[in-house]
């Protein structure tokens, strides 16, 4: 089993930039995506970025242009840079794992870790 931990989240005005981290407890270099959700209160969680093995990337229209998701397979670790943050990133985000080489079907999730944004 692979253990995720979220780092990096905090509370920042809007506007401002936070960079989270997810750690995983083993490589990663064979997980197909690493992927970072949230969920803000009363709210379904949503897929925010995703990354693949091969560094393929997508956002949510909410955040393209200001989220960036990067992987360093050597560290185990995956990023999630976020710019021009806006009230409504306000949330806990969290950090997925999704499917392995031999494991299609695998899937970890962290704990999560709070983002807020102040106006």
């Known amino acids: 089993q692979v253990q995720l931990v979220e780092s990096g989240g905090g509370l920042v005005q809007a506007g401002g930039s936070l960079r989270l981290s997810c750690a995983a407890s083993?490589?990663?270099?064979?997980?197909?995506?690493m992927n970072w959700y949230r969920q803000a209160p009363g709210k379904r969680r949503e897929l925010v970025a995703a990354?693949?093995?091969?560094?393929?990337?997508n956002y949510a229209d909410s955040v393209k242009g200001r989220f960036t998701i990067s992987r360093d397979n050597a560290k185990s670790t995956v990023y999630l840079q976020m710019s021009s943050l806006k009230p409504e990133d306000t949330a806990v985000y969290y950090c997925?794992?999704?499917?392995?080489?031999?494991?299609?079907?695998?899937?970890?999730w962290g704990q999560g870790t709070q983002v807020t944004v102040s106006s």
């Open positions: 997925n794992a999704a499917g392995r080489l031999w494991d299609p079907g695998f899937a970890s």
């Open positions: 083993a490589g990663i270099s064979s997980i197909f995506t």
């Open positions: 990354i693949t093995r091969t560094g393929g990337t």
